[in-house]
């Protein structure tokens, strides 16, 4: 069963394909996903990669948590599941 990591404090200038090729280090990849701003397309820093399993996940997490990449020092651990409930937008304003 495949595993999801996030992967944060990613340089901004790493692609897909160089978390592709560092993960496949502790096994096979599923997927790799950086999330960008969606107004820049820049990435924001963090991303997301599945691993096949739970076992191939847990060693990417001892492998490469704290550990360097790109002159900056990984964190890597279990993605949290999304939440259901995401805000609504509302700032505040008028009010009824």
């Known amino acids: 069963m495949a595993a999801k990591l ?3 404090n990613l340089p901004f200038q790493a ?3 160089n978390l592709r090729e560092l993960f496949a280090q502790a096994g096979a990849v599923e997927s790799v996903k950086i999330i960008t701003n969606a107004s820049t397309n820049q990435s924001r820093g963090f991303g997301f990669v599945e691993m096949s399993s739970a076992d191939e ?3 990417a997490i001892d492998l490469f948590n704290g550990k360097p990449f790109m002159e900056r020092s990984l964190t890597v651990s279990e993605a949290k599941p999304q939440s259901s ?3 609504s937008g509302d700032r505040g304003g008028w009010r009824r």
């Open 6 to 8: 996030f992967v944060g």
């Open 57 to 59: 996940a847990r060693k």
């Open 15 to 17: 692609s897909e394909q």
């Open 85 to 87: 409930h995401r805000p």
